[in-house]
């Protein structure tokens, strides 16, 4: 059976993990070692069945413990060229532990292939993964300021999908950012509002999707509660019903202290 677990997810801090009991993976490791241990047990995964760490880019919030997670456990981490060249400029990568750079066919681990697409992000070549088990697929995407034909080609079709809702528009025109920091975020190399996320979530569901999982929230700029209402009103209005036609849950800051089997 495939698990799915976030270990950490928002603005501060991004880490999940797709495989099985035995063997799995962790797409980003944006918190300290400890608390990646701390989120593991807490969600009933054993550190031993990570078997490598796929990173979308080199932002602190995504690799914040992966110099110690990757060194600890003796594992691979694997990137783009960019990200790769992003990580060394920050000193990340050290020589203590494996790293490589992922090809266009992808990586088998395990029984597991994973691949990657591009994203639109102020980084020097992000990316979003898509896992394929032997019975299941998984479609990790944040970190993106607009989604692109590639990227919905991707998801389409997974058993389940981890896509940004970083921020809703009117707590962000009226927070406390400064002015360059919002057209930041709202640019085309920033992040996805909840209504984006909701449009593409729709696409998503036309196109076979029937589980997602909300990630990447701002803690300034949205809440749990408005980026699911967002997104359950989008699907209630296509004559979708919640928990008979899909699944949707958002990604706490924290461990959700489970895993999902599907």
Known sequence: MARFATLCSSSGGNSCYVGTASSGILIDAGTNN?????????????????KAVFVTHEHDDHVSGLRVFATKRNIPVYATG???????????????????????EGVTIGDMHISHFSTSHDAKESCGYKICLPDKTVGICTDTGKMTREIVRNLSGCDLVLIESNY????LD???????????????????????CAETVGELFDA?????????????????????????SYLKRMGAE????????????????KYIVF
Request: aromatic share 8%; glycine share 12%.
């Open 82 to 104: 960019g990200t790769l060249s992003g990580l060394l400029g920050k000193g990340i990568i050290d020589g203590k532990f494996q790293y490589e750079k992922i090809m266009p």
């Open 34 to 50: 400890k608390q990646l241990l701390l989120s593991m047990e807490q969600s009933g995964i054993s550190p031993d069945s990570v």
């Open 242 to 257: 919640l928990n008979r036609d899909y699944i949707l849950e958002v990604a706490p800051v924290g461990s959700m202290g």
């Open 208 to 232: 076979g999707v029937r589980r997602f999982v909300l990630g990447h929230l701002s803690r300034e700029n949205n809440t749990p509660d408005r980026a699911f209402s967002c997104t359950n």
């Open 168 to 171: 809703d528009e009117n707590l």
């Open 174 to 196: 009226f927070g406390p950012y400064p002015p360059y920091l919002k057209a930041r975020i709202r640019s085309e190399h920033g992040h996805l509002s909840n209504n984006v």
